[in-house]
């Protein structure tokens, strides 16, 4: 999968987050960690997200994007 993330420059380093997933966010000293770094938050949102909704009826539908 692959997600859009934003950054930001920081007085610490970079700060990044992923708008399609409220909350999801992480950092690192440089661009290139804080990028790996979100990658492990993605990972643990989803999980979590899947935790939330395992007894909950549930649906998958596909979109199309340009």
Known sequence: MKYK???????EGFSVWV???PGCWS??????EALENVKD???SYLKTVE?????KESRYVE???A
Do not use: R
């Not at 993330?5 to 007085?11: A, D, M, P």
């Not at 935790?51 to 007894?55: A, F, G, Q, T």
């Open 5 to 11: 993330v934003n950054l930001k420059k920081t007085e």
């Open 19 to 21: 708008p399609g997933l």
């Open 27 to 32: 950092q690192g000293k440089t661009e290139e």
């Open 41 to 43: 938050a993605i990972q």
């Open 51 to 55: 935790e939330l909704s395992k007894d």
């Open 63 to 65: 979109v199309a994007y």
